[in-house]
């Protein structure tokens, strides 16, 4: 199945059945966490209205970290498989995962503002985030440095995976280091343990953005391949001319 992922032919069978689906279910379940986040969900005895902070900023993170993870197996599948649709796909997420990081560090800031006074804290976990933005923002000016494509792809796959090791420093930053961010309350041991009335709405926005990064993503493969193909066929036609 993985090999089969970086086939042309496949992407644009994939692009095809599910553009349409992820499209409307996106728009679905991020209608349906608005609607739970503004007017069904309890606030929090501490945190009162700026709780629904938590609908945006708690997703994005999941986002920023889900999709550079995939960027860094896009990396290794294709040294493994030789196959440059691999880096093509880890170039188009890199936008999209860059934007999500900086949505989470925002949003952050304007709910650390009225609950811990300040903006910015040199945080474990807003630290490893950080990294994390500048881990995709050079990422995607490398890529863009070279001329040759296929070159850059190559170079930028290996600070892909080198900037894995910062993905379990964000998640288990909280139980290693002395940290203002409060442990896992919905992905842990046990199961979730915030009120069902905050957890809908999250897992909706979640889901929501999850379908909205994957259209964003087939659209922006598309968008490079066409720009492989036409840089091919100028090429092809500066050599017939000459």
């Not at 902070?53 to 970290?65: E, G, K, N, S, T």
């Not at 280091?177 to 842990?188: D, N």
């Amino acid at each position: 199945m993985a090999h089969n992922l970086l086939k042309v032919s496949f992407y644009h069978r994939l692009r095809r059945t599910t553009l349409p689906f992820a499209s409307v279910l996106s728009i679905v379940c991020l209608g349906a966490a608005a609607y739970l986040a503004f007017w069904q969900s309890p606030l929090d005895y501490q945190q009162k209205e700026t709780v629904r902070i938590m609908y945006i900023h708690v997703p994005a993170a999941w986002l920023a970290m889900m999709i550079y993870g995939f960027m860094g197996l896009c990396a290794i599948g294709g040294f493994i498989w030789r196959h440059s649709l691999a880096f093509v796909y880890a170039r188009a997420a890199a936008p999209i995962g860059l934007s999500f990081t900086i949505i989470s560090l925002i949003t952050g800031a304007i709910w650390g503002k009225p609950m811990w006074g300040t903006w910015w804290v040199w945080d474990a976990r807003l630290t490893s985030m950080l990294v994390l933005g500048f881990l995709y923002g050079g990422y995607i000016l490398f890529v863009q440095a070279f001329s040759e494509q296929e070159k850059a792809s190559r170079m930028g796959a290996f600070l892909l995976i080198l900037g894995l090791i910062n993905l379990p420093i964000i998640k288990y930053s909280v139980e290693w280091w002395s940290t203002l961010h409060q442990p896992a309350s919905v992905f842990k041991t046990g199961g979730p343990s915030i009120d069902t009335g905050m957890l809908w709405p999250l897992g909706f926005s979640g889901f929501g953005l999850l379908m909205f990064a994957y259209v964003l993503g087939l659209l922006r493969v598309e968008t490079l391949l066409m720009g492989q193909k036409l840089k091919r066929q100028m090429i092809l036609e500066s050599r017939r001319v000459g």
